[in-house]
């Protein structure tokens, strides 16, 4: 095992109630009247992707969609998304987040052992940096070998290419990495780019279909990085079976 690769939201924090909220203080601030429960909010997050996910909800409230205010809808969307993100940015920098249990102590883990640490994910550049600088300081980046995310990989989940990315700019196998997610779309993505995953889920995707995961636990606390050879070795040695 060479590489521990990492999504972030829902895997390295539990950010989507936070995500919900900056969505609804956009909306408001922009003069719509939507409003994102978590019921819907959970049911959106199917769609991979803060533009694509208010683009899909506008689609599905008003079938064909219009310009807004004589702009085109695409800088509507994308006036919306800047709102939310700085809500987002706001939100995370006032201590409203935080990484999950086992997040931090797994990494050191990893580091001290020579294994190479990574972030696959589509979320933007600008979410990540709000989230890792509080959590783990300015210097946050020199954690991370490897951060492949929205700017590099348009295409989102469960689409492989960000790990597929992530992957090359490492120039290692999916076999000698492990991948971290929280939710199907995300599992999906991993073990497309052929990557054994672990799966943390969340409130919001607990009820998603885990079939194929590595393992599925609450969180990572107590997980070690003799547990993930283990688990890793039993299932090739399943697989050679």
């Keep these: 095992m060479q590489a521990l690769i990492f999504d972030v ?35 959106l997050l199917d769609v991979s992707g803060g533009r694509e996910r208010i683009l899909h909800y506008w689609k599905t409230i008003r079938g064909g969609v219009l310009d807004v205010s004589g702009s085109g809808v695409a800088d509507t969307v994308q006036r ?21 249990p086992g997040v931090l102590e797994l990494i050191g883990q990893a580091r001290a052992q020579g294994i190479s640490v990574a972030i696959a994910t589509t979320t933007s550049p ?3 940096a709000a989230l ?6 300015a210097d946050w980046r020199l954690n991370f070998s490897v951060i492949a995310d929205a700017s590099t990989a348009p295409v989102k989940k469960p689409h492989p290419q960000v790990y597929l990315q992530a992957l090359a700019a490492m120039n290692l196998p999916a076999a000698a990495c492990l991948a971290f997610e929280d939710s199907a779309n995300g599992l999906r993505a991993a073990t497309g780019a052929g990557l054994a995953t672990i799966v943390t889920p969340t409130r919001f995707t607990g009820h998603h279909d885990f079939s ?15 547990a993930l050879r283990e688990w890793r070795a039993a299932q090739r040695a399943g697989a050679a079976a």
Excluded: C
Aim: hydrophobic residues 45%; proline residues 1%; glycine residues 12%.
């Design 9 to 43: 939201d829902g895997t390295l924090a539990d950010t989507e109630r936070a995500h919900r909220a900056a969505f609804n203080h956009a909306f408001a601030q922009a003069g719509f009247d939507w409003h994102w429960d978590e019921p819907l909010y959970t049911r």
């Design 80 to 100: 919306l998304h800047d709102l939310k993100t700085a809500a987002y940015e706001a939100m995370v920098n006032s201590g409203a987040v935080s990484l999950r």
């Design 126 to 128: 600008v979410n990540i």
């Design 212 to 226: 194929g995961a590595l393992r599925v636990l609450l969180d990572l606390g107590g997980v070690g990085i003799g």
């Design 132 to 137: 890792l600088r509080r959590a783990m300081g």
